[in-house]
Nanobody, 122 residues
Framework: QVQLVESGGGLVQAGGSLRLSCAAS????????MGWFRQAPGKEREFVAV????????YYADSVKGRFTISRDNAKSTVYLQMNSLKPEDTALYYC???????????????WGQGTQVTVSS
């Protein structure tokens, strides 16, 4: 079992930045691919970014590529999402997720956090 707790959400103006954090506990953090999904009101949850257990490989949704950066610190069992040049359409509840497989992470991760709200005002 892996427990995930997100933090760092908030209200920011368009063009601003936020950094989300996700602290993991339970099984060995370094064995899991980690990433982020988001869900806007009235929309389905969508994939945002994933990072492999070693941090070597990353993959982003086209909508955030070049603006968001995912990273991890295995010593702290924490994954980060640096979000720059934020747009109103980035407004959503952001979920941290974990899965043993990097390749299939985007389909349906095994473990989920409770989410942290990001609101971008225009």
């Amino acid at each position: 079992q892996v427990q995930l707790v997100e933090s760092g959400g908030g209200l920011v103006q368009a063009g601003g930045s936020l950094r989300l954090s996700c602290a993991a506990s339970g099984r060995t953090f370094g064995n899991y691919a980690m990433g982020w999904f988001r869900q806007a009101p009235g929309k389905e949850r969508e994939f945002v970014a994933v990072i492999s257990w070693s941090g070597t490989n990353t993959y982003y949704a086209d909508s955030v590529k070049g603006r968001f950066t995912i990273s991890r610190d295995n010593a702290k069992s924490t994954v980060y999402l640096q979000m720059n040049s934020l747009k109103p359409e980035d407004t959503a509840l952001y979920y941290c997720a974990a899965d043993p497989s990097y390749a299939s992470f985007i389909l349906s991760p095994t473990y989920w956090g409770q989410g942290t709200q990001v609101t971008v005002s225009s």
